[in-house]
């Protein structure tokens, strides 16, 4: 697949964080901290068991999602002093975070979908409702107060409801 130009442009603006190579499309992040304590959440984590705090979290998020699609991500991670913890220890602990953060997003793209179909649904039973009610007289006589409110109620939830499950 070719490189746009866009996608050129873009890779030269996040030069100063990430390097590309373009041949094999992997954009290489590196992640440099003097000590593991900038990287790790001091209240999760214990010597055995380090968790990456939110912030680097954030930071590595923002850096990966505006990398071009085509890019698979290379994380490449140097700590000047370990300290207690082991690269490994801490390669680990951020491909653990990395998937749980992806499981979570995964989860709530999930809901949020089954919502959206649900309140399209909602909204085309409403608009239904209020068609065939309309029509077979179900709402009340013509010109009536009752299917006034009625016919306006339902007008009324059957935009909020389709609305409501396009913007999810």
């Given amino acids: 697949m070719k490189i746009s130009k866009r996608t050129y442009r873009q890779i030269k603006n996040l030069e100063q964080k990430c390097t590309f190579d373009t041949e094999n499309k992997v954009a290489h992040i590196p992640l ?3 000590s593991p304590d900038d990287l790790l959440d001091e209240h999760l984590s214990w010597p055995d068991k380090p968790v990456i705090s939110d912030e680097a979290m954030d930071y590595l998020r923002d850096i990966v999602s505006v990398v ?3 890019f698979s991500v290379e994380i490449s991670l140097t700590v000047d002093d370990y300290g207690i913890y082991t690269h490994d220890q801490l390669m680990d602990a951020l491909r653990v975070t990395i998937e749980n953060t992806y499981y979570y ?3 709530k793209r999930r809901q949020t979908n089954v919502l959206s179909v649900f309140f399209i649904i909602i909204g085309f039973l409403t608009l239904t409702v209020e068609v065939m009610g309309g029509t077979a007289g179900w709402l009340g006589e013509k010109g009536s107060m009752v299917r006034s409110i009625v016919e306006t109620l339902l007008d009324v939830m059957t935009w909020v409801f389709l609305w ?3 913007a999810l």
């Fill in 32 to 34: 440099h901290y003097a």
């Fill in 68 to 70: 071009p699609d085509m």
């Fill in 105 to 107: 997003h995964d989860e």
């Fill in 164 to 166: 409501e499950g396009c």
